[in-house]
């Protein structure tokens, strides 16, 4: 009786948190200074890890290293917060970005606008 306890334990979790796991970089869109850039896999490739209290990243740009990082978040409503507290990218170390999101099917669509202005959205596709 124990396993099916613990199994139900784990897949109610899981149903409270769509965004457990793992998950590859389908596109985005960024705000720069000269305007909104965007990147697509296979020239940009991310893999991002879910846990039920953590998250990271890393990402290559045509191959080479470019960014990795993570740290803590919490879901409330449609927002996935998170909370920047290591990686490569020093001038967001500290930092707390409120994302909302969905998930489509496999797919986890989140975007981020601060003081009502558009900062990115990114897709990203499950492992599966």
Do not use: C
């Not at 720069?32 to 990402?59: C, D, F, N």
């Not at 290293?65 to 927002?79: I, S």
Request: hydrophobic share 35%; aromatic share 12%; proline share 3%.
């Amino acid at each position: 009786m124990k396993p099916l306890i613990l199994t139900a334990l784990v897949s109610g979790t899981a149903l409270a948190n769509p965004l457990l796991g793992s998950w590859e970089f389908v596109e985005g869109q960024y705000a720069t200074a000269e305007g909104i850039v965007s990147a697509k896999a296979p020239q940009l490739t991310s893999v991002k890890l879910i846990t039920p209290t953590h998250h990271s990243y890393i990402t290559q740009s045509q191959g080479k290293f470019k960014y990795a990082g993570g740290g803590t978040y919490v879901l409330k409503g449609d927002q996935f917060i998170e909370t920047y507290e290591y990686g490569n990218v020093t001038s967001l170390l500290g930092r707390t970005m409120a994302f909302s999101y969905k998930v489509e099917g496999d797919l986890w669509h989140h975007e981020l606008y601060e003081n009502g202005q558009f900062v990115e959205r990114e897709i990203w596709k499950k492992v599966r």
